[in-house]
């Protein structure tokens, strides 16, 4: 895999950014923007964070999967070594990183300006998990949340310990920026940060509650403690040659982008 730390400045966000906010009972915050698309130049890849070529954030895109991890993704309980670890619940192959051959594209999360997305994305299914767990403390997560439905599900822990948990209802709430081109569904990038030492995180669980599907693309990842702060270089991502697991899929490098879909 392809991992590069990107140097370059963020580039501006194609719409107004929703105001993040959070409940009472969890303190860390959320927002619905557009997002960016790709920094390369692609606009069928999905949207992305505006933080996606920032010095200290990695973006996994799902688009360039090798042979293991194509073997692994149906497989239970998966481990792989390294920043992060994606693990599948079950092993009925519905939960998977959805190629561009599949009819299933048709609900994958819209590009910045209503862009059809035509790159590979993560897909859970009916009554499924997909556990990542991470090496490090974070403070921010990024997603571009596709077709958003009934029991989609993002959980955030610490350990053993939950920090937050916010459903479609949540994110719909706050409104997202489209109506998916193919999908007909809410889709938008959403952004996670932490407030406050009291709610980083090292583990995320995207699940889907009963019937249907949950995609998601463009994973955006900040190691960090504390309030997220855009600007706090004080903890980057690993370096290249630390990373080694993430997916196995690569980084959002400077001639590539990661992403998936349902």
């Known amino acids: 895999m392809n991992i590069i730390k990107t140097t370059v400045c963020s580039i501006a ?3 107004a950014t929703a105001a993040f906010i959070g409940t009472s009972a969890q303190a860390i915050s959320f927002g619905v923007q557009p997002g960016n698309n790709s920094p390369t130049g692609e606009i069928d890849q999905g949207a992305f964070s505006e933080f996606a070529e920032r010095e200290g954030f990695a973006t996994v895109n799902f688009n360039d999967l090798n042979d293991q991890f194509k073997a692994i993704e149906y497989s239970s309980g998966n481990a792989i070594d390294g920043f992060a670890t994606y693990t599948f619940s079950n092993s009925n192959g519905a939960s998977k990183v959805v190629p561009t051959s599949s009819s299933a594209m048709r609900w994958s999360p819209d ?24 090496a490090e403390t974070l403070n921010y997560f990024g997603i571009n949340w596709g077709s ?46 932490s407030e406050s030492e009291e709610d980083n995180f090292d583990r ?6 009963g ?21 706090d270089q004080s903890q980057d991502v690993p370096e290249p040659g630390s990373l080694l697991g993430l997916l196995a899929v690569g980084l959002l490098g400077s001639k ?7």
């Open 13 to 15: 966000i194609a719409g």
């Open 111 to 134: 590009g910045a300006n209503n862009e059809v997305n035509d790159s590979s994305y993560l897909q859970v299914f009916s009554n499924s998990t997909v556990t990542i767990d991470l």
């Open 148 to 193: 958003a439905s009934r029991g989609n599900v993002f959980s955030f822990f610490k350990g053993n310990n939950l920090v937050g948990s916010f459903d479609v209802n949540d994110i719909a709430a706050e409104g997202f920026a489209f109506t998916g081109t193919k999908s007909g569904q809410g889709t938008g990038y959403v952004d996670f940060r």
């Open 204 to 209: 995320i669980v995207i699940s889907q509650i």
């Open 211 to 231: 019937g249907g599907g949950f995609e998601t693309d463009n994973h955006t990842f900040r190691i960090g403690t504390g309030q997220f702060s855009p600007d």
């Open 256 to 262: 590539k982008l990661l992403k998936q879909k349902p």
